[in-house]
């Protein structure tokens, strides 16, 4: 009963602290930049991305992933294959302090792979769609400039963990 007690007053505490020293606010538009690693495709990745808070706590998010994929050689053929994803979420902000914020983040994913054939001229291309399941991190380096790292696991045909890193910068202030 001790240890219950003491983590309600904990958990407690953290919600109203969050609430005192919240840094991301109604109307904060963000947009930023960063690399990453798909870990089913195991290949690095570069990517943009923005975010909207909607409510105190609450942010819609997008972004853009392009990967950067060798071209596989077979004798005189080459195959170059180009892959990227869109994602549309909703993230949550559980712990929002003065200096960092840590968020869970659901919502949709949207892949495309394309492969083309240097001799035979032949192409391929498949899109497919999923449920993004995450967390991220940010750090606030100053007013304007946040260090983020975001992983998440997408479900669905084209499953895979991603995990992504980098800046976002405060236009709206």
Same mark, same amino acid.
């Given at each position: ?19 005192? +020293? ?33 409510? @105190? ?8 992933? +392009? ?35 840590? +968020? ?48 998440? +696991?997408?479900?669905? @045909? ?16």
């Amino acid at each position: 009963m001790k240890k219950i007690t003491l983590l309600s007053f904990f958990l407690l505490l953290i919600s109203g602290l969050s609430g005192v +020293y919240s840094q991301s606010t109604q109307g904060d538009f963000n947009i930023g930049a960063g690399f990453g690693y798909g870990f089913d495709i195991e290949e690095p990745s570069l990517g943009l991305n923005t975010n909207y808070a909607v409510a @105190d706590n609450f942010r819609v998010a997008g972004d853009f992933i +392009y990967y950067f994929i060798s071209d596989f050689r077979f004798n005189e053929d080459v195959i170059e294959t180009n892959a990227f994803e869109l994602n549309f979420n909703l993230q949550y902000s559980f712990l929002n302090m003065e200096n960092f914020n840590i +968020y869970a983040l659901t919502g949709l994913n949207y892949v495309r792979i394309s492969m083309s054939s240097s001799i035979s001229q032949n192409s391929f291309s498949a899109t497919e769609a999923g449920i993004n399941l995450g967390s991220g991190l940010e750090l606030n380096i100053s007013p304007t400039i946040k260090l983020f790292s975001e992983g998440k +696991y997408a479900f669905g @045909d084209a499953s895979q963990f991603v995990l992504n890193g980098g800046l976002r910068f405060r236009i709206n202030r």
